[in-house]
Every structure is written in structure tokens, then in C-alpha cells.
């Protein structure tokens, strides 16, 4: 069974540019949450999605948003970068959205110049 | 709004040894307890959880942890460390009423010496 794909990988970027990040959840999964881990901030919730909705967000700008698909595939952009955007970016997948079933990507480094 | 508080940034401890990684949490609702591990450019990975019921919980790779509900407390414990279990070590919480997110503590890294 594939788990939870992130693309890319690594990524960068120029300050003012906007970035879109992929998750692909583990099959069956309908809910995607999105994390944001920083050096100086550590890891915090961004958003959460099921069934192409967002259900639940973080304390986040609005240069930050999301989306998903039918196929439960999410993307999150972030607009006008800023060099405090880069960062590790993790999604979880799960059933239902209840965290404690949920599983991790391997992450999307992005890196802003 | 619920907190979490590791105390030990980095814990150096050599191969073999046993270790124990703390955490407190602060939180004005009943909530879950996870340990999460981190390896360098990956992902998280769930080590353990507690949901209910014993407050003894294992998990993977040999490590356990205890719920001590009086000291809001859920340390980490490994009786024997290997070289391999380097990495960062998150503990989080989620609300039980309200199981969405998970808040994470700062992180502590393990580096197991030979």
C-alpha cells in the first residue's frame, strides 16, 4: 500500500514568487491536513481538507491556501514568498481527519531566495 | 489552548545505554498523546500514542512511554539505544473533543554515541 506522497521533493524559490506544493494521500484517505516546520517556529498546523473542503485552518496569513480534489489529491500555494516561507512542508493523510489515524509524507523543502 | 514543553533540546547518550526523553503538556481538556521521530530530511513517523485506557503505552523500535495524568507528563523511554535511533523526537497533543490537528513541542534530539 503507497503511503503519502509529497512532490516535489525540494524546491526554490525567488522572494515575491507564489510556490504549489502536492500531497497525494494514502488511498481511501479523504482528509489532508497541511504542516508548516521551521527552525524558529517548529512545526504548526496550516489547514485541513475533506472532501474538497477546508474544514479547519491554522493562524496563517492568507498569502497561504489550499485546495483539494476529488480524488482527495491536495495542493497548497503560498503567494508573494517572503524568506521566513522557507521551510519544511508535511501533510498528513487519514480517513476522516481524525488525527490520531493519520500518516506523514516525506515533506517538500522549499527553500526561498 | 493546549501546550507541550520538552525540556531537553539535545540528549547525548552512548550505544547501549538507556534513555528517557521528557515531555509535559498543559491543556484545560482531555487530549491524546503522541511521539512522533524524525529522521534528517524525512518525514514524521509515529513511534506510539495514547488514547485510553493503560498508561503504559509501547511502541515501534522498542520504545515506550507512560501517561502521568497528575503531572501531565508522557516521557519517552528506550532501555537500550542504538546508533540508529539518532534523530529528532516530537511530542504532541490533540484534543479528544476535537481530534484535527496535533500541536508539537519543540523537538528534542537524540544522539546516541558508540
Known amino acids: 500500500k503507497a503511503g503519502v506522497t509529497q512532490t516535489p521533493r525540494y524546491l526554490i524559490k525567488t522572494r515575491g514568487q507564489q510556490v504549489t506544493l502536492s500531497c497525494s494521500p494514502i488511498?481511501?484517505?479523504?482528509?489532508v491536513s497541511w504542516y508548516q516546520q521551521t527552525p524558529g517556529q517548529g512545526l504548526q498546523f496550516l489547514f485541513e481538507y475533506f472532501s474538497e473542503t477546508q474544514r479547519n485552518k491554522g493562524n496563517f496569513p492568507g498569502r497561504f491556501s489550499g485546495r483539494q480534489f476529488s480524488n482527495s489529491r491536495s495542493e497548497m500555494n503560498v503567494s508573494t514568498l517572503e524568506l521566513g516561507d522557507s521551510a519544511l512542508y508535511l501533510c498528513?493523510?487519514?480517513?476522516?481527519?481524525?488525527?490520531?489515524?493519520?500518516?506523514f509524507g516525506q515533506g517538500t523543502r522549499l527553500t526561498v531566495v | 489552548a493546549q501546550s507541550v514543553t520538552q525540556l531537553d533540546s539535545q540528549v547525548p547518550v552512548f550505544e547501549e545505554a538507556p534513555v528517557e526523553l521528557r515531555c509535559n503538556y498543559s491543556?484545560?481538556?482531555?487530549?491524546?498523546l503522541f511521539w512522533y521521530v524524525q529522521y534528517p530530511n524525512q518525514g514524521l513517523q509515529l513511534l506510539l500514542k495514547y488514547l485510553s485506557g493503560s498508561t503504559l503505552v509501547k511502541g515501534i523500535n522498542g520504545f515506550e512511554a507512560e501517561f502521568n495524568k497528575s503531572q501531565t507528563s508522557f516521557h519517552l523511554r528506550k532501555p537500550s539505544v542504538h546508533i540508529s535511533d539518532t534523530a529528532e523526537y516530537f511530542c504532541a497533543v490533540s484534543r479528544m473533543d476535537s481530534s484535527y490537528k496535533l500541536i508539537f513541542g519543540s523537538g528534542t534530539r537524540l544522539l546516541v554515541r558508540p
Open positions: 498528513a493523510s487519514s480517513l476522516s481527519g481524525e488525527i490520531t489515524e493519520a500518516f
Open positions: 491543556s484545560s481538556v482531555s487530549v491524546y
Open positions: 488511498s481511501g484517505h479523504r482528509s
